[in-house]
């Protein structure tokens, strides 16, 4: 069977052979005709007004799904220019939908230093909370924090994102930190590069003017109270949470050059932590500030550490009675040591989250006080993820 089959193919395939050549041609010959009588047709046609009409409705549906908006649409420098909503629609300018653009530090400073000269606002501004992340790549705790802002309402918060440069972040497109990275600069740590990133964060969560309050965070943060008890806190603040103190040993004034006089003397010199948490107009003078900022630059070098020592230092000069004087991010340096504490899986009980939740300390809030001293926690190695998540529900209530 299959050797007949086989031969029956052979000859099929002689006699096509054959006839290739004839055949081809008086194909080709074919085909321009009916190519050229098509033309004659559609020309014929496309003259009356019903098939056109037709046609124009047929294309009009097709085209619709990618020209969804009006015509005339024009590309310039990373806006997109149309003749019913241009780059000068309030929407844009009020909070702008991406966190990308093309801006060198210098420009992104300047326009996130601007703050209106009107107090009242032209729109009903809802106070929104931005939560930067300063990370060296991954975000291992993400899925805890996933469930921090899940279900909540997307307009009372943004994330912003300061990962290295060409590092790609690792979220799926459903998660609100899909797309939230901020262009950013390498960091190198102890050094100005690391309150650059800082203050990069901070201008481009400016750009936004719902954003309200500013809060630092790194990888290794966790939220301890739930997104209505963080949110709750922070807006109704009326101060910025900057941990400030003066340390007379080596480690703070010892670090103090006295070039960065007469402008900060050595009595005005202050040290704290790094995790800030800050109201706009605080957040808009860090980045409007270059005289304070340039000294820093010059003067703080290892082992003088700019992210210890300059918010703390300008704030205590200028803002004082603006600052709560401490941090809302628990950390634990009572072993001592250059580092806190790194919280792995093992101690991550629930004692132990309830006692940062609560430890029946009291700290001042507004003109009263307060059991809740702190929102946030570090240093939480990756492995305390699973123990984290079993608590969230039952403990954080989130
Ligand atoms: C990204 O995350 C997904 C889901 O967690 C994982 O399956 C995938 O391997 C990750 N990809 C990379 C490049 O890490
Ligand atoms: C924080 O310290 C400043 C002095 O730098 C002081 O003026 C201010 O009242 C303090 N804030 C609180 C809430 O005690
Ligand atoms: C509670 O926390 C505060 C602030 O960190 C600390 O000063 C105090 O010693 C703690 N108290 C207890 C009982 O752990
Ligand atoms: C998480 O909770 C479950 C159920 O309560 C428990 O069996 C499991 O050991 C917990 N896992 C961790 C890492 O704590």
Known sequence: MARNARGDLMIDIERQQQHTG?????????????????GILLGLLSSSGSFNQHFMSRAELFLSADHAGPRGVAPVGGCTIVEAEDCMSMGRFLSPKKVTHTMSDEELLWRGSMVPRKKEYPYKRV?????????????????????????????????????????QLNVSRDSMFFGREIPSQDVEWGTVRLTDAERRLLSNALLDHSNERFVLLSESCIPVYNFPTVYEYLTSSDHSFVNIYDDPSGDGRGRYSPHMQPRITLEQWRKGSQWFEMDRDLAARIVGDTEYYDLFRKYCKPACYPDEHYIP?????FHGPKSANRSLTYVDWSHGGPHPAR???????????????DNGTLCSYNSGVTSLCYLFARKFAPNALEPLLNLSFTLMEF
């Open 127 to 167: 106070p929104k909370v931005a939560f930067l992340f300063l990370t060296r790549g991954p975000l291992p705790l993400l899925p805890l924090w996933e469930r921090f802002f899940h279900g909540q309402r997307k307009d009372l918060y943004n994330i912003y994102i300061h990962a290295p440069p060409r590092y």
């Open 313 to 317: 230092t300008y704030l205590h000069i």
């Open 22 to 38: 004839i055949v081809h041609r008086l194909f080709q010959v074919l085909s321009y005709l009916v190519v050229f009588m098509a």
């Open 343 to 357: 919280f792995e899986a093992e101690m991550v009980t629930e004692k132990f989250v309830r006692s940062i939740r």
